[in-house]
């Protein structure tokens, strides 16, 4: 219990840090654009609008608001001290992985409203897929935060290689059937999963390269740029 206490304190202070004084503003434009889409999927029965009130709202709110996680020390000129604390080579993972709980949450609720209200799918490869584009845009923020100097420049960043992804991000991962035949069809066994792995070895890549500058403090102290 005693963990778990802190565990919850950690998240909700990464999340007050990203979120600073507007988590009523943000929660409200989340709320707004989910309750839009997911409305608007209910009417039309439109798989593709049901798929963005999962990325959606991440890539409009959560990309914005992760832009900052580095650069609020830099401005703060206290980047030293936060990566020089116990446990500070792994404080903004930490923060990116708040925030991106949240996503997962609000997203495997959404996944599981359309399973009830639109008709049946498989919800596995839906909750997979859910996983793997959140940890793909935590990725993709971590690497520019630790290249870039400015939460503008990092969000720019970010959006541009997410359109570079786009055609995976958006890939609907909705299945009939059963798993049996999931499984037992390599065609439609490769139009599940391609993209998840497409976006996992992206995410992967995109984060080795991140934490190798995350473990080298002297990079960013820098003002940021490509070296």
């Known amino acids: 219990m005693r963990a778990a206490r802190v565990l919850l304190a950690r998240l909700h202070l990464s999340l007050h840090l990203l979120l600073q004084r507007s988590p009523g503003l943000v929660l409200a434009i989340d709320a707004v654009l989910l309750l839009a889409v ?5 009417m039309e029965g439109a798989w593709t609008a049901f798929w963005m009130a999962v990325v959606g709202p991440y890539l ?4 914005p608001l992760l832009s900052d996680a580095i650069a609020l020390e830099r401005r703060a000129g206290c980047l030293d001290l936060a990566l020089s604390s116990p446990g500070g080579s ?10 991106g709980a949240s996503a997962l949450v609000q997203g495997a609720l959404v996944v599981i409203l359309a399973r009830i209200l639109l008709q049946e799918f498989l919800v596995a490869p839906a ?6 584009v959140i940890g793909f845009l935590l990725a993709v923020v971590l690497f520019w935060a630790t290249r870039l100097a400015t939460a503008g420049a990092i969000a720019v960043a970010s ?11 958006v890939a609907l991962p909705i299945h009939g059937g059963s798993y049996v035949e999931l499984l037992e069809t390599p065609r439609r066994l490769a ?10 070895a992206a995410a992967l890549l995109l984060y080795a390269y991140a934490r190798r500058r995350l473990a080298r403090p002297e990079l960013l102290l820098r003002s940021g740029g490509w070296s």
Do not use: I, K, S
């Open 191 to 200: 139009n599940a999963f391609v993209p998840d792995a497409v976006l996992l």
């Open 159 to 169: 959006v541009a290689t997410a359109a570079l992804f786009l055609p995976w991000l």
């Open 38 to 42: 997911m409305g608007y999927a209910l």
């Open 127 to 132: 909750l997979l897929r859910t996983v793997v």
């Open 90 to 99: 792994h404080y903004f993972e930490r923060r990116a992985a708040a925030l």
């Open 60 to 63: 409009l709110l959560g990309l």
